[in-house]
């Protein structure tokens, strides 16, 4: 069994800073990928950036030239930049790990972008 654990959310004024991490229980170069999706309220979870075992990476529209996925292997954590945070990046924030079997998934981590 995977254990996803987030961390890093909490409340930001527009135009702030958050970093979320993921610490992963496996070893992450057994995921092809991982990723980060957000959920807002009465919204469908939506994949806000993912990046491949060989660095390749992919970010919504919304958050391209904001948001920056990393990972550092030495930790087994993913970690999400968020900068130039707007209100409508308000929303639960859950980290993803892709395999050819089963995806897993933390417990997600509030980010909440108000003044």
């Known amino acids: 069994q995977v254990q996803l654990v987030e961390s890093g959310g909490g409340l930001v004024q527009p135009g702030g800073s958050l970093r979320l991490s993921c610490a992963s229980s496996?070893?992450?170069?057994?995921?092809?990928?991982m990723g980060w999706y957000r959920q807002a309220p009465g919204k469908q979870r939506e994949l806000v950036a993912s990046?491949?075992?060989?660095?390749?990476?992919n970010y919504a529209d919304s958050v391209k030239g904001r948001f920056t996925i990393s990972i550092v292997n030495a930790k087994n954590t993913v970690y999400l930049q968020m900068n130039s945070l707007r209100p409508e990046d308000t929303a639960v924030y859950y980290c993803?790990?892709?395999?050819?079997?089963?995806?897993?998934w933390g417990q997600g981590t509030q980010v909440t972008v108000s003044s």
């Open positions: 993803n790990a892709a395999t050819p079997g089963p995806h897993y």
């Open positions: 496996r070893n992450i170069f057994n995921f092809y990928a």
């Open positions: 990046i491949t075992r060989e660095g390749i990476t």
